[in-house]
């Protein structure tokens, strides 16, 4: 409180020298101004847009107000196949991201000949186009030319099952290997600098304690680096639960329904049948979702500013 | 077991073993670098297969068994893609668009930064307003999709450049705004505060004193706002469907999804499309754990 007053005192000082009187106490807002704005106009705007055309059937003069698009949800039973396909998508490759990625930023957190290389090499992956992603394994698995299974076929495997995106349970796991591929290499990045933030002294301490190197990373490591696994763990989710590039370009949704995630779900109601309303009242239901993960990070993020 | 005996047993095992323990470090080492090897492989040998696909004629492209080092390598594909096709035009899009956007989101979240990471405002109004203009960062693209596409309907701007120009900028403010309010937070005050002393205006001190400091990270940033503005594909798809203004993703989205695929004009699309955002990503390598969680982690 007695800062606050001393600063403001302060200020007023100099600004009575600078004779600039209600610019620098506007000057923050105006600084702020245009950016809100914007957010408002086409983050915030689009969203009361959607609420608006969800709670409406019909367009234009024929709208009516009605709950009818929310009503629907319930008894879609292709929605609710979207949402079970984006969350075993979703836990499955979190998973496999969260180990693998884990391991190889145990494997380079030390010292180590190459180490910049390898880290730069293993990162690739994240770092290209979605739609190249989908390029790139549309090439790897196609079952006639396709790598993989020319490669298979070289050592003597009969390929004939292997048609990959062409039969759904294995379309299904091709396009989360594909997510494993592309995303193991961010868990393994923030992992990384989680682990190099943590300083030498517990394990210094733990190994004249005669810990074993298991029990040094059980207890000391895997502690020590909770925050880095809960943000990168939680920044992963909010992307698995809104997947769409990827599969748009390997599969779209298909064969039939199999690889349909509720994101490509929404763009086809929208923008193939033109149901805008229900597509909305869907949105919704992924927005919530979303956000109670997103709230998890900012209370992380508040409790990191505060602290 | 109790703590003592336990710790016996553990050096009793140190000191048997101390003479294989070079031996056994050698191996561990060996292994750590057959695994880290074996990981980048997988990381690079997908990537490097459509590579060869975009110089490859039709021949060496379907056959089998793999051809993954002999073929006569050809510009083919290329001078089909980007002169006798149009990506030619969806490559200028792409650039014009991430150029634009990424101008646009950095001046005005730059200053939005200064004024969050600067000024204590009223009832913690500055914490509240970085933290709302955040969430806006979390919402799912195809939630703002649907009515992004009808609102620019409605003003007449799909198929537009316009409209990518305005949505990526609004795509990129809030990650702007946390970045740089995290740079400019880590300058002490007192520099401004000197510069003011010695007659400078606020913004005449932000201009001369301080952005000039921050001007590494103020670029890692603008080179997210591009990786991000470039690899963005859902929102384009959704407002832009002609030749005149589908952006590379788009384009390269169409002809992937028709029933006969040009793989080498696809490969050489991709290629294109990867190459600037594989060197950007090694001008930002520093920067990029702190921007791919926001500016949250100070990589």
């Known amino acids: 409180m007695a800062r606050h007053i001393s ?223 809960l943000i990168a763990l939680l920044l992963r989710t909010m992307d698995l639960l809104r997947v769409f590039d990827q599969i748009f370009i390997l599969t779209q949704g298909g064969p039939g329904f199999s690889t349909e995630t509720v994101s490509l779900y929404i763009y086809r109601t929208a923008f193939r049948f033109s149901d805008f309303g229900y597509a909305a009242a869907m949105s919704f239901v992924l927005l919530l979702l979303t956000n109670l993960v997103s709230v998890g990070y900012i209370r992380m993020l508040q409790r990191q500013e505060t602290a | 077991m109790s703590e003592p005996s336990h710790k016996a047993a553990t050096m009793q095992t140190h000191t048997t073993q101390r003479g294989t323990s070079a031996a056994r470090t050698r191996i561990a080492k060996l292994s750590k670098y057959v695994l880290l090897t074996l990981s980048v492989l997988l990381a690079v040998i997908p990537v490097y297969w459509m590579v060869t696909i975009s110089f490859k004629s039709e021949v060496d492209q379907f056959a089998v068994p793999p051809r993954w080092f002999k073929f006569s390598p050809a510009l083919t594909h290329y001078a089909d893609a980007f002169v006798t096709r149009s990506f030619g035009q969806y490559l200028l899009t792409s650039v014009i668009v991430a150029g634009l956007s990424t101008i646009c989101a950095v001046m005005l979240g730059t200053l939005a930064a200064y004024g969050l990471a600067r000024f204590k405002l009223r009832g913690k109004l500055d914490q509240r307003l970085s933290m709302w203009i955040l969430s806006t960062r979390m919402f799912p693209p195809i939630v703002s999709a649907v009515p992004l596409f009808l609102m620019m309907r409605d003003l007449r701007l799909l198929n537009t450049l316009t409209s990518l120009v305005i949505v990526y900028t609004a795509l990129n403010l809030p990650f702007v705004v946390w970045m740089m309010r995290g740079f400019f937070r880590e300058l002490p005050r ?91 990503a090694m001008a930002v390598q520093r920067y990029l754990v702190r921007g791919l969680s926001l500016g949250a982690v100070k990589g």
């Open chain 1, 7 to 229: 600063n403001g005192l302060k200020s007023v000082d100099r600004l009575k020298k600078n004779g600039s009187g209600g610019r620098e106490l506007s000057l923050p807002y105006l600084l702020i101004a245009p950016t809100i704005a914007v957010l408002l106009a086409l983050s915030i705007y689009p969203l009361i847009y959607s609420v608006k055309i969800s709670l409406q059937t019909g367009s234009g003069q024929a709208a009516r107000w009605t709950l009818a698009n929310f009503a629907r949800l319930a008894n879609d039973k292709f929605f609710l196949e979207a949402l079970v396909h984006t969350f075993i998508y979703a836990a499955v490759a979190l998973t496999f991201e969260f180990l693998l990625g884990l391991g190889l930023a145990v494997l380079l957190d030390k010292p180590l000949r190459g180490r910049s290389l390898f880290r730069s090499a293993l990162l690739i992956p994240m770092m290209l186009p979605p739609v190249v992603v989908g390029v790139v394994w549309r090439l790897m698995l196609n079952p006639d030319f396709g790598a993989v299974n020319g490669t298979l076929k070289g050592v003597g495997v009969n390929t004939e099952a292997l048609t990959w995106t062409a039969t759904p349970t294995l379309a299904f796991a091709s396009v989360i290997a594909v997510d494993i591929w592309q995303w193991t290499p961010f868990m393994f990045l923030e992992l990384l600098a989680g682990l190099q933030a943590i300083p030498q002294e517990p394990y210094e301490a733990a190994v004249i304690d005669g810990s074993s190197g298991w029990q040094t990373f059980r207890h000391v490591t895997l502690p020590l680096l909770k925050p880095a696994i």
């Open chain 2, 190 to 280: 007192e520099l401004e505060e000197a510069a003011m002393v010695d007659g400078d205006s606020r913004l005449g001190a932000l201009v001369r004193v301080i952005l000039p400091l921050v001007t590494p990270g103020l670029a890692a940033t603008a080179v997210f706002c591009l990786i991000v503005s470039w690899n963005e594909f859902l929102l384009a798809l959704v407002l832009t469907q002609t030749d005149a203004a589908m952006t590379l993703p788009v384009g390269i989205a169409g002809r992937v999804t028709q029933y006969e695929i040009k793989w080498g004009v696809m490969s050489a699309a991709g290629v294109v499309a990867m190459i600037p955002i594989l060197v950007f």
